[in-house]
């Protein structure tokens, strides 16, 4: 099956897939571009997650470091 495109008015880089009605872009930098711009994202993401992660980890240990002084300083009941 041949898949037939029809250029999409005031735009030069879009067509239409008249098989699905979708809505292609075929600028290739524009393409690039936003799988860079989606990396980017996905990095600042994880780097996000990895800062959040360490802080609840500091938070248990500071939280460990206090009931242990607890305990030096009152003694175990």
């Given at each position: 099956m041949n898949t037939k495109f029809s250029k999409v008015e005031g735009y030069t880089s879009l067509v239409r897939d008249n098989s699905t009605n979708a809505i292609l872009?075929?600028?290739?930098?524009d393409y690039q571009n936003y799988k860079n711009l989606k990396s980017?994202?996905?990095?600042?993401?994880?780097?996000?997650?990895?800062l959040e992660d360490d802080m609840n980890a500091l938070k248990d240990d500071i939280d460990e470091i206090k009931n242990l002084l607890r305990v030096l300083t009152y003694g175990s009941k």
């Open positions: 872009n075929t600028n290739m930098s980017v994202k996905e990095s600042e993401g994880q780097k996000l997650q990895r």
